[in-house]
């Protein structure tokens, strides 16, 4: 069972980004699956969720409404982040999760797909 993020890079304030997260070993729309951020020294962060199929409900923090849009494409088994209007405060490594919609600090180990860096600058 895996989570693979991938997309990040660097961008100027007002570019768009898009974010994977690839799953392996499980299907991806029978659970919820979203994304966190965490800058240096702070803690981390829910960003968006979806929920599964059962629903299909989303999450959005308020300083990305608007913005980010998450989504799923079950024939590849991946759910994207697209990310618009950056920011530089934006700037951040940012980590896919399985159980998304409960506190980063409960998610299991085993949940969490390594980090991709989204850098926006000019």
């Known amino acids: 069972v895996q989570l693979q993020a991938s997309g990040g890079g660097l961008v100027q304030p007002g570019g768009s980004l898009r974010l994977s997260c690839a799953a392996s070993?499980?299907?991806?729309?029978?659970?919820?699956i979203g994304w966190f951020r965490q800058a240096p020294g702070e803690e981390r962060e829910a960003v968006s969720c979806l929920n599964s199929r059962r629903d299909g409900r989303t999450y959005y923090a308020d300083p990305v409404k608007g913005r980010f849009t998450i989504s799923r494409d079950n024939a590849k088994n991946t759910v994207y982040l697209q990310m618009n209007s950056l920011k530089p405060e934006d700037t951040t490594v940012y980590y896919c999760?399985?159980?998304?919609?409960?506190?980063?600090?409960?998610?299991?180990?085993?949940?969490w797909g390594q980090g991709t860096l989204v850098t926006v600058s000019s």
């Open positions: 070993g499980f299907t991806l729309d029978d659970y919820a």
């Open positions: 999760a399985g159980d998304c919609f409960a506190p980063p600090a409960a998610i299991p180990r085993g949940y």
